[in-house]
C-alpha cells in the first residue's frame, strides 16, 4: 500500500480532531439532520479546541501554519465521520483566506480572531438564480454613495446562509461598462435591509443550511470593501483553484468511506449460500474501483503538495475535482446497488452516502465546466506532449 507524507505533529492532530468529532459532532448530527440546520455550537466548540482556522496567524487565533495538510485532514475525517453535512471547510479554509489575501490589517484584526473561535460564521455569496458557473450573468449590483455604497440584489443556494454572521457578498459595481467590474462586500448580520429567506430543502446533506439571501438598498461602509473596488472578479478567480481542491478532498474522502461501507457489507450478506463478496461480478467491481480511488488519491495528493509549493494551476484543480466528484456518484451508486434493497433504506448509511453526493458534480463548478476547462488547456497552442514535458 502507497503511504502518505503527513508528519507526526500532524498524525497527532487527526487522531485529536479524530476524537473532537466522535464526541461533540457525531452524536448531533441526526438531530441537525433533522433540524435541517447544524447548532452554531459546533463551529464554538471546534474554535475552542483550535479545529476550525488552523492557517491564520497567533494573533489571529489561528496556529500559524499555512500547509493545506491540517486542512485536509480536517475534511478527509469529517466526511469520513459522515459529518459532511457540517460545512466547516467552508468557513475555515474557502472563506476566511479572503480576508488575508486581499483584505486590509484592520479588517483582519476586526474579524478574524472571532472567526477562529467560532462566534462568527462564514459565507460567501456569488450564486444567482441566472448566474452559477457564469459570474458575469450576475445581476446583483452596488453604488458608491458618500462614505458607503448601496447593495441590491439576492443570491441563491448560499451554504452556510442561515447560520452565517459575515457574508462576503460579489456584485456589478460598472454593469453598462464592464460585466466583469466586480467588487466583494463584507456583509455582517444585523445590517439593515440584509435578509435571509429560507432554508432550502436538498435531496441531500439534510444539516447544511443552505439559504437565499436578499439585499435591499444595504448600505455597506467603505470599511467593509474586500481589496479594491472593480477587482472582485480577479478575486473570485483567483480562490477558485482553492475551492476545488478543498472539494476534491472531500469528495474522494466520502468516495472512500463509500467503498468501505460496500465492502463490509457484502463480506456479511448472503444470496444463494455464500457472501455476495465471493462472486466474480462483485470482487471485479470493487476491484476496480479500489484502484480508481487509490490513483484518485495519489493525484490530490499530489495536488496538495503543489497548492503547498504556490503551483497548483486552475486546471489540475479541475482535474482533481472532475475526477473525485464523479468518482464519488460512482461508488455511492456501485454501493447501493450492492446492499441491494438496503440500500434504499435510510437506515443504512450507503444511502445517505448516494443522496449527499450528487451535488459534488454540480458546485463549485460542474462536470460539463470543468472539462471546457481542461479541454481548453490540452487542445490549445500551449499544451505540452507528454514526451517532451521536463519531469
Not at 466583494?184 to 432554508?199: A, C, T, Y
Request: hydrophobic share 40%; aromatic share 10%.
Amino acid at each position: 500500500m502507497l503511504t502518505r507524507e503527513f508528519t507526526e505533529e500532524q498524525q497527532m492532530f487527526r487522531d485529536a480532531y479524530r476524537k473532537f468529532l466522535a464526541a461533540e459532532i457525531v452524536p448531533q448530527m441526526e438531530q441537525w439532520r433533522e433540524n435541517g440546520i447544524v447548532d452554531r455550537e459546533a463551529f464554538r466548540k471546534a474554535g475552542e479546541q483550535g479545529f476550525l482556522m488552523v492557517w491564520p496567524e497567533e494573533q489571529y487565533g489561528g496556529m500559524g501554519d499555512p500547509d493545506f495538510r491540517f486542512e485536509q485532514i480536517i475534511i478527509e475525517e469529517t466526511a469520513y465521520a459522515r459529518a459532511g453535512d457540517w460545512y466547516n471547510s467552508l468557513h475555515s479554509r474557502l472563506v476566511g483566506p479572503y480576508l488575508t489575501r486581499f483584505g486590509s490589517e484592520e479588517q483582519c484584526r476586526r474579524f478574524l480572531p472571532k472567526c477562529a473561535s467560532g462566534e462568527t460564521v462564514l459565507a460567501i455569496a456569488m450564486t444567482e438564480p441566472d448566474a452559477g458557473s457564469d459570474l458575469a450573468g450576475m445581476r446583483s449590483t452596488a453604488v458608491e454613495e458618500g462614505d458607503h455604497w448601496v447593495l441590491n440584489g439576492s443570491k441563491t443556494y448560499i451554504s452556510n446562509g442561515i447560520n452565517a454572521d459575515l457574508v462576503i457578498v460579489a456584485a456589478k459595481t460598472d454593469p453598462d461598462n464592464n460585466p466583469h467590474h466586480m467588487t466583494l462586500f463584507l456583509v455582517e448580520r444585523g445590517m439593515e435591509g440584509f435578509e435571509r429567506g429560507r432554508n432550502l430543502k436538498k435531496m441531500g446533506l439534510k444539516a447544511q443550511d443552505t439559504a437565499e439571501l436578499f439585499f435591499n438598498n444595504v448600505k455597506v461602509p467603505r470599511a467593509n470593501v474586500l481589496g479594491e473596488p472593480g477587482k472582485g472578479f480577479v478575486y473570485l478567480m483567483q480562490g477558485l483553484a482553492e475551492e476545488r481542491l478543498i472539494g476534491a478532498v472531500g469528495y474522494l474522502s466520502a468516495a472512500q468511506l463509500s467503498w468501505d461501507l460496500t465492502a463490509d457489507y457484502v463480506k456479511e450478506r448472503r444470496a444463494f449460500g455464500k457472501p455476495v463478496a465471493a462472486f466474480q461480478n462483485t470482487q471485479f467491481k470493487l476491484a476496480e474501483l479500489r484502484t480508481e480511488l487509490d490513483l484518485a488519491q495519489c493525484y490530490v495528493d499530489q495536488c496538495v503538495r503543489a497548492f503547498n509549493a504556490g503551483a497548483l494551476t486552475a486546471v489540475d484543480a479541475a482535474k482533481a475535482k472532475l475526477v473525485t466528484s464523479e468518482l464519488q456518484v460512482k461508488v455511492a451508486d456501485v454501493g447501493v446497488q450492492m446492499h441491494g434493497g438496503a440500500g434504499y433504506m435510510d437506515e443504512y448509511p450507503i444511502s445517505r452516502q448516494y443522496t449527499d453526493a450528487k451535488i459534488s458534480t454540480i458546485y463549485a463548478g460542474s462536470s460539463e465546466v470543468m472539462k471546457i476547462i481542461i479541454s481548453r488547456d490540452c487542445l490549445g497552442e500551449g499544451y505540452t506532449p507528454f514526451n517532451t514535458r521536463n519531469f
